[in-house]
């Protein structure tokens, strides 16, 4: 509990004075071009959330966010493109943006998590088994969370994430070296990523038609019976989709160095805070799974959680 505090805390610290400090002491100040298009992104990004909190409310369905965590970030990159004049540079970022964008939200539409009616659909179980603790009892303590983090908070950082975008929307310099490297890397983890969520949608598919066909989880084959995954790069990385979804943004950050606004510039409290918000879902993640399958510690002790390491195998 203490450490899940502290984390919260962390968050806050990072949100309410790291990104004021930031902004005022690393980097170039936006101009008042680039603070025009932010007014029109805060305006997207506070509709989003106030649709994100009343669906919410009204459905008891949490992953209003969730589906448009993929969307929203192009949608910003493109509006900062457009009104950058297309360079090569915007352009790149735009597109590297639509193609993970795209991805995620067919990963998550093959889970069931979209429908006709947007505001239906699958719930990620997480927020599910989140409601049901102690914690956010009675109701109202969950409205609260839902309004604070789910809607505002995680709509922000998203916006956030985009920041690069927004800090190299002046810069005369033409696109060079560390764009190429920035656009190769970025690439490379969404396609990291992709690999990693395939995986896991074949070992979940697989699993769960195993157990419909009406064999106890324990009674399955190897490695099924264990009831996660251990294949592929799950078997040296406990979470290299997350692992890949971090190197995204951090890799989108590479393009504002790539612009001239140097080495370690205020956009980076985005990519930041989504690490910070990775290690606490990571180990939320990490706690239900312990508490399914008796293997899984043993999994955790021997397999780095991000960077691939040991490979995990059975005593």
């Known amino acids: 509990m203490f450490a899940k505090k502290a984390l919260l805390a962390t968050v806050i610290g990072l949100t309410v004075i790291a990104c ?9 100040a936006l101009s008042e071009s680039q603070l025009q298009v932010l007014r029109t992104l805060a305006l997207i990004a506070g509709c989003s959330g106030l649709y994100c909190f009343i669906a919410g409310e009204l459905t008891h369905n949490n992953s209003q966010m969730d589906k448009l965590w993929s969307i929203l970030p192009p949608v910003y990159t493109w509006v900062i493109a457009v009104n950058g004049g297309m360079s090569a540079r915007l352009t790149v970022m735009a597109v ?13 539409a093959r889970k069931g998590a979209y429908s006709i009616k947007f505001w239906s659909g699958k719930e990620d179980y997480r927020w599910i088994l989140l409601r049901e603790k102690k914690e956010f009892k009675p109701r109202w303590k969950w409205t609260v969370f839902n309004f604070f983090f789910i809607s505002i908070y995680q709509n922000v950082l998203v916006l956030m ?16 070296p560390v764009d190429w490297i920035a656009g190769i890397l970025m690439l490379g ?6 690999v990693a969520d395939e995986q896991q949608w074949r070992f979940q598919t697989q699993k769960y038609k195993l157990l ?46 790539g612009a001239g606004i140097g080495f370690f510039n205020w956009s980076i409290i985005g990519a930041m805070l989504l690490i910070v918000l990775f290690m606490g879902s990571s180990a939320m993640s990490e706690e239900i799974s312990s508490s399914k399958y008796p293997e899984y510690p043993a999994y955790c002790r021997s397999v780095n959680k991000f960077f691939p390491g040991r490979r995990y195998r059975t005593s």
């Open 96 to 108: 590297l943006a639509t193609l993970w964008g795209a991805r995620l939200t067919f990963n998550f």
């Open 189 to 194: 983890a969404i396609v990291y990523e992709a």
């Open 212 to 257: 419909e066909e009406g064999g106890a989880l324990e009674s399955l084959p190897e490695p099924y019976n264990k009831g996660f995954n251990t294949t592929g790069l799950w078997g040296v990385s406990r979470h290299p989709n997350y692992l890949a979804e971090q190197g995204v943004w951090l890799f989108f950050y590479v393009f504002s160095i």
């Open 161 to 176: 994430t985009t920041f690069p975008a927004l800090v190299s929307m002046d810069s005369p310099r033409p696109f060079g």
């Open 20 to 28: 004021p400090i930031l902004y005022f002491l690393v980097g170039q």
